[in-house]
């Protein structure tokens, strides 16, 4: 049987954590180096327990600590983390009211994907203008041989990425789902030559997309922008209005983020 903490057990930890965060953000919005006694006094709490959790913040880099005055500051972790998370609110408001005019030209449901880790993840959605909405979860990993959004990350990401995946059982999430290596690398070929991706029916049934990348200011793969419709909607292959009004907006944003309007053909 699985293990059930006890209630006072589970109030510790969320305690801990609490204090941790609060740790943080007093560095933080501080700006300068602090003493544990100092910190302790803001925090109401006891120097054992500042110490502590300053120890573990120390050695996963988000605080350092200065040996000659033992005072605490924001580490390099810390830094790094705030600034993903402002390129993070760069890239949504930069990319919603580019989603918004795509939305409004096509009146479809328009989504744009990050990739993370060779993982793409939807970020962010505009429902289309149909009675019936269709998007994907934010947050949620998108397949890579399933969708068009993940065609697009296997034909312009790392070269090794397509056969690490073709290694491995690849899931059939419907009747049309590319499942044969062979085929597959036929497909993602076809995409890395017209510069955009489509998956009629292959995420599920009835459920058309079409996807272009995102490209970053040094010229690799940053993200995806996708068209997506129900059959009725959207035709298994976009038109070339759909392809070009998609390759637009996928340019404005990268110019927008990187000053340069850099895209596969």
Request: charged fraction near 20%; charge should be positive.
């Amino acid at each position: 049987m699985p293990r059930v903490r006890p209630k006072a057990e589970s109030a510790s930890r969320v305690q801990a954590l609490v204090l941790a965060l609060r740790l943080v953000e007093q560095l933080s919005f501080t700006g300068k180096p602090s003493r544990v006694t100092d910190l302790a006094r803001l925090l109401g709490t006891s120097k054992n327990r500042i110490h502590r959790h300053l120890r573990t913040l120390v050695e996963m880099g988000y605080v350092v600590r200065d040996d000659d005055t033992q005072r605490y500051a924001v580490g390099i972790r810390l830094v790094q983390l705030g600034s993903a998370v402002a390129n993070q609110y760069d890239l949504l408001g930069v990319s919603r009211p580019i989603m918004q005019r795509l939305r409004d030209q096509l009146g479809l449901a328009v989504v744009l994907s990050k990739v993370v880790s060779n993982q793409l993840y939807a970020i962010e959605r505009v429902y289309g203008k149909s009675d019936v909405q269709v998007g994907v979860v934010i947050g949620s990993p998108l397949g890579l041989h399933s969708s068009a959004q993940g065609k697009v990350v296997l034909a312009f990401g790392p070269p090794g990425l397509m056969e690490s995946l073709v290694k491995s059982r690849l899931e059939r999430r419907t009747p049309d789902t590319i499942v044969e290596p062979v085929r597959l690398r036929k497909e993602i070929e076809a995409v890395r030559a017209q510069g955009w991706a489509a998956a009629p029916g292959e995420t599920m049934a009835g459920l058309n997309a079409c996807a272009v990348p995102i490209i970053d200011g040094s010229g690799q793969l940053f993200g995806t922008l996708a068209l997506i419709g129900l059959a009725g909607e959207m035709p298994p292959q976009p038109t070339r209005r759909h392809i070009a009004e998609l390759k637009s907006s996928a340019r404005e944003i990268s110019a927008a983020l990187y000053g340069t309007s850099f895209a596969p053909r």
